[in-house]
């Protein structure tokens, strides 16, 4: 597996020289795996996605919240005529997938809709557990406002969890800890430092320090963190980054095109 780090930016995209380390577009990653190309999440880290891609493309979209689908519009792929885009996206309270991207790619808040482009645009609902080719991706739900999926994508006796917009809620730590139990490399979201929390519980995001501990509940090889705060900048990040990494070697933040071999 071959994870490619396209965007890593949470809520909304950030720009300056502030930003170039951990990057300012958001929620976007690649994952190449056995012949099947899949991006997790569809935010404006798209852009980042390589010019040249060889067959079908798969998208798991966790959610459709702004921050994880505002790629599409300029997704290049969707203006090769014909090519194979499958978007896989679990029902919301506004409809399935296919609803909600319609939902935000229409006028009067975009001028045309997607499925007007070029490629031929699948969709497809999320099961508990499905298959892309021999890659298996297993499914949960998180706790975060209007809903989120977690994955969970396994393939040759490795496997990653993509868990973004978490918030640790309740038995959902522990929940998340047992899907995650054994893998490779959890990508979770540490949108706030620890001392940001309290006031933005309920917020639908977590902390670093919570990740930590998921990660060693699971049993997890590394730990990625995602969807950094747009407030917080490179110098803030990698201050944090060095605390984190005294207590744990395997625990970093996300960074504008990393790739991660796993
Ligand atoms: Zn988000
Ligand atoms: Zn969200």
């Not at 995209?13 to 899949?38: C, H, M, N, R």
């Not at 040249?52 to 599409?72: R, Y």
């Not at 679990?90 to 997607?114: C, K, S, T, Y």
């Not at 406002?145 to 040759?156: E, K, L, N």
Request: proline share 5%; with cysteine; glycine share 10%.
């Amino acid at each position: 597996m071959k994870l490619t780090v396209l965007g890593a930016r949470g809520s909304i995209p950030v720009d300056g020289p502030e930003f170039t380390i951990y990057g300012g577009g958001t929620s976007a990653y690649l994952l190449e795996v056995a012949d099947q190309t899949i991006f997790l999440d569809a935010g404006s880290g798209l852009m980042n996605a390589p010019e040249h891609m060889d067959g079908q493309i798969s998208i798991l979209l966790t959610h459709p919240h702004l921050d994880h689908l505002m790629g599409l519009c300029f997704f290049r792929h969707l203006f090769v005529a014909g090519k194979v885009v499958t978007i896989y996206g679990a029902g919301r309270e506004i409809g399935d997938v296919q609803q909600q991207v319609d939902h935000l790619f229409a006028p009067p808040l975009w001028p045309v809709m997607v499925e007007s482009f070029p490629a031929d645009l699948r969709f497809s609902d999320v099961k508990e557990t499905f298959f892309l080719g021999e890659v298996r991706v297993d499914s949960m739900e998180a706790v975060h406002p209007g809903g989120c999926t977690v994955f969970r994508i396994s393939y040759g006796g490795k496997s990653l969890v993509y868990a973004t917009d978490f918030e640790h809620s309740g038995d959902l730590e522990k929940r998340l800890a047992d899907f995650a139990k054994g893998c490779d490399l959890l990508i979770y979201d540490g949108q706030y430092f620890e001392e940001e929390y309290p006031p933005r519980a309920g917020y639908g995001h977590s902390t670093p320090e919570t990740g930590l501990r998921i990660m060693e509940e699971a049993g997890a090889g590394r730990l990625l963190l995602t969807h950094h705060d747009p407030r917080h900048t490179d110098e803030m990040l990698a201050k944090r980054e060095r605390e984190l990494q005294a207590l744990c070697l395997d625990a970093a933040y996300a960074k504008r095109l990393q790739v991660i071999e796993i």
